[in-house]
């Protein structure tokens, strides 16, 4: 069964306190793997797409990178307007046309 | 322009209220979507469109009835709601799964629902 797994849950990071975000994912065939980040109230934002190990793809102060089995999205240097809830999604071959498979997210909140 | 705007932002209805929410995008996408949020939950599919005919129905209850006038505009009408359905809508839209790419999805801002 295809599966998206975020961790952890919650991090709590100090200004400036680089840290990481991880999406491990199990489908079939990987189409592609998204970040999106979803602040409170309001529909995600798109931020990346993956779709072959190896791959990078940075933003500001956020890189995404992406292996056979899990993604990463390193957060370097936040700032307190990072906090927002980040969402791992997967799209694989086959299956239900359509279908994200989203993990739970993380809540990320960045403190001055 | 990677923007997909929603109307209402906000909707209160009772349960005899028939409503619709609106979703338009201008990138050129053949494939729309809606989905339902909860609070700090994921979103969840309800209905996929792909060249404007209605492709998924992730068995949702036949009080929510999608429509897809054309090929930018999404509609989702509301009847006999019950206070459960009470949540965040979300409108997305990608490129057409056919064309081969990972498709990603671009959200709406949504609209906040609720049901009295």
């Known amino acids: 069964e295809d599966q998206v797994t975020q961790s952890p849950e919650a991090l709590r990071l100090q200004e400036g306190e680089s840290s990481s975000l991880n999406c491990s994912y199990t489908v079939s065939g990987l189409r592609g793997l998204f970040w999106y980040r979803q602040d409170p109230g309001k529909g995600p934002e798109f931020l990346f797409t993956l779709y072959s190990a190896g791959e990078e793809k940075e933003k500001e102060r956020l890189k995404a990178t992406l292996t056979k089995k899990e993604s990463f999205l390193h957060i370097t240097a936040p700032k307190p307007e990072d906090s927002a809830t980040y969402l791992c999604a997967v799209r694989a071959y086959g299956g239900s046309q359509g279908n994200l498979i989203f993990g739970k997210g993380t809540k990320l909140s960045v403190k001055p | 322009d990677t923007e997909v705007t929603q109307t209402p932002k906000h909707l209160v209805m009772g349960m005899t209220n028939k409503k619709s929410l609106k979703c338009e995008q201008h990138?050129?996408?053949?494939?729309m979507y809606w989905y339902k949020q909860k609070a700090k939950k994921p979103p969840e599919l309800m209905f996929v469109y792909s060249y404007e005919k209605l492709s998924i129905n992730e068995s949702v209850p036949s009080r929510f009835s999608p429509e897809c006038p054309n090929s930018s505009l999404l509609n989702l009408h509301l009847h006999a709601l019950q206070p459960e359905d009470s949540a965040l809508y979300l409108c997305a839209s990608s490129q057409a799964l056919s064309s081969g790419g990972p498709g990603e999805q671009f959200f709406g801002p949504g609209t906040r629902l609720t049901v009295l």
């Open positions: 990138m050129g996408h053949r494939a």
